[in-house]
Nanobody, 119 residues
């Protein structure tokens, strides 16, 4: 049973920073890609960033490029999302997800962590 557990959300002022963590368990993730998504109230869930465990290759949505950084710690099976220069429009529930590198869809999801940026 795969488990993804997010933490690190909270309330921060505009311009502030937060670091989200996602700890994975239940399988070996070496051939997986880990992603962060977010969903704001009344909006569809959107992609934020992803990292491939094996190559550490990363990719970001244009809306967060230059402000957010995704990274991973193999020893801890944990993926991080460092969020800097936060804006009110970054307010959302942030979800961690995992997909096999042989698939297009993310099959495993965490429960989400709330990030609120006040203006």
């Amino acid at each position: 049973q795969v488990q993804l557990v997010e933490s690190g959300g909270g309330l921060v002022q505009t311009g502030g920073s937060l670091r989200l963590s996602c700890t994975a368990s239940g399988r070996t993730f070496s051939s997986y890609t880990m992603g962060w998504f977010r969903q704001a109230p009344g909006k569809e869930r959107e992609f934020v960033a992803r990292i491939m465990w094996s190559t550490r290759g990363t990719y970001y949505a244009d809306s967060v490029k230059g402000r957010f950084t995704i990274s991973g710690d193999n020893a801890k099976n944990t993926v991080y999302l460092q969020m800097n220069s936060l804006r009110p429009e970054d307010t959302a529930v942030y979800y961690c997800a995992a997909r096999s590198n042989y698939k297009n869809n993310y099959d495993d999801w965490g429960q989400g962590t709330q990030v609120t940026v006040s203006s």
